[in-house]
């Protein structure tokens, strides 16, 4: 099945800063999403990014699905922006049948004050 | 619309008994999903469903877990009979139309004793 990787593991800031959030996947994908679980466990979307660029407000993220990854940016963290962050990616197979999210394993954000 | 809506939100039972879980979709998606998320193996897929009719249960772990959506508001998965292996967290998760984006419930948190 498809892979998903996303980089890096684990990552601490200071309130204020600003950090790129990378997502790496091994084929060529119809959906990709990325979500934030919150400290109470709640999976929010953020942004739904197949392709091409998108920003919400502090957040962006852009998807070249040609060289197959996908980053979020964050700008002037919060602490109301840790969590954990999740890269999905759905692949239709071949029968044109099957429609599934993989997930990575995350990125664990601390935002100190 | 009120979003992905799931019961209960905590679940405590003992080894052996029946566990439900409870979902409804956002009103007019035609696709629903079942997700697991543990510590050792993240978020995984178990079923999805189209229109009501299962397309892939082949994330099911075993014979223990079924699922059902006796129609296109309301959906169960349930464990029978449960076993301390089974405590993880279970989203619901639904989206309008194929490789559209997901949206994903509060989750119901279940601890098998």
């Known amino acids: 099945g498809i892979q998903v990787e996303q980089s890096p593991p684990d990552l601490i800031l200071q309130e204020g800063a600003n950090s790129t959030l990378r997502c790496n996947f091994s084929d060529s994908v119809n959906n990709l999403q990325w979500f934030h679980q919150n400290p109470w466990g709640q999976l929010i979307n953020l942004f739904y990014i197949p392709s091409g660029t998108k920003q919400n407000g502090r957040l962006s993220a852009t998807t070249v699905a040609t060289e197959r990854y996908s980053l979020l940016y964050i700008s002037s963290s919060q602490t109301t922006d840790s969590g954990v962050y999740f890269c999905a990616v759905g692949k239709e197979n071949s029968g044109g049948s099957n429609y599934k999210l993989t997930f990575g394993k995350g990125t664990l954000l601390t935002v100190n004050p | 619309d009120a979003g992905v809506i799931q019961s209960p939100r905590h679940e405590v039972t003992e080894m052996g008994q029946e566990v439900t879980l409870r979902c409804k979709p956002i009103s007019g998606h035609d696709y629903l999903f079942w997700y697991r998320q543990t510590m050792m193996r993240g978020l995984e897929l178990l079923i999805y469903f189209n229109n009501n009719v299962p397309i892939d249960d082949s994330g099911m772990p075993e014979d223990r877990f079924s699922a059902k959506m006796p129609n296109a508001s309301f959906s169960t998965l349930k464990i029978q009979p449960s076993e301390p292996r089974d405590s993880a967290v279970y989203f619901c998760?639904?989206?309008?139309?194929?490789?559209?984006?997901?949206?994903f419930g509060p989750g119901t948190r279940l601890t098998v004793t």
């Open positions: 998760a639904s989206s309008l139309r194929w490789g559209h984006e997901q949206y």
